[in-house]
């Protein structure tokens, strides 16, 4: 099956294919119940699922670690380490954003083939680290590059 990797915008079937990895992923490893936001590259939603037993406040906390990595254009692991060393800085950001971005482990950037952003995805149910891998699988399986604040293959020397 193609996942249309290609296109520069990620479809809803593609979102599906996401989320369904990434909750895959959290049963797979036993991990909390977990929900998964998918937003397009504009920072809008696409898909949100929550695992049975999954909290109510867990998606907007998914859909604002998905919208900050995009907004910074970083991961939420990458905002997470910047925020604890400039702290008035990402209140203000915080501030600006109307307390929409959640700058913590779990906010996965998506990348096209190419390297190009196409959205992001926000992971929230167990540890921050879990969530991250959770969301770096979904990405994985549905063709696309995650961007996790690792150094990625297009920017190396």
């Given at each position: 099956?193609?996942?249309?990797?290609?296109?520069?915008?990620?479809?809803?079937?593609?979102?599906?294919?996401?989320?369904?990895?990434?909750?895959?992923?959290?049963?797979?490893?036993?991990?909390?119940?977990?929900?998964?936001?998918?937003?397009?590259?504009?920072?809008?939603?696409?898909?949100?699922?929550?695992?049975?037993?999954?909290?109510?406040?867990?998606?907007?906390?998914?859909?604002?670690?998905?919208?900050?990595?995009?907004?910074?254009?970083?991961?939420?692991?990458?905002?997470?380490?910047?925020?604890?060393?400039?702290?008035?800085?990402?209140?203000?950001?915080?501030?600006?954003?109307?307390?929409?971005?959640?700058?913590?482990?779990?906010?996965?950037?998506?990348?096209?083939?190419?390297?190009?952003?196409?959205?992001?995805?926000?992971?929230?149910?167990?540890?921050?680290?879990?969530?991250?891998?959770?969301?770096?699988?979904?990405?994985?399986?549905?063709?696309?590059?995650?961007?996790?604040?690792?150094?990625?293959?297009w920017r190396r020397p």
């Open positions: 099956m193609s996942t249309g990797v290609e296109h520069a915008l990620i479809t809803l079937q593609q979102a599906e294919h996401i989320i369904n990895g990434a909750l895959a992923e959290g049963s797979r490893l036993g991990l909390g119940p977990l929900t998964v936001a998918v937003l397009d590259v504009g920072g809008h939603l696409i898909a949100l699922k929550r695992s049975d037993g999954s909290e109510y406040l867990r998606p907007p906390i998914a859909i604002g670690k998905a919208w900050g990595s995009l907004g910074m254009g970083h991961a939420g692991r990458v905002l997470a380490e910047r925020a604890a060393k400039m702290p008035v800085f990402f209140g203000a950001l915080s501030d600006m954003s109307g307390g929409r971005m959640v700058p913590l482990p779990g906010g996965v950037l998506v990348r096209d083939a190419g390297g190009a952003i196409v959205g992001a995805v926000g992971v929230s149910g167990d540890t921050g680290d879990n969530d991250e891998v959770a969301a770096v699988a979904g990405i994985t399986g549905a063709g696309f590059q995650p961007d996790y604040g690792q150094v990625p293959e």
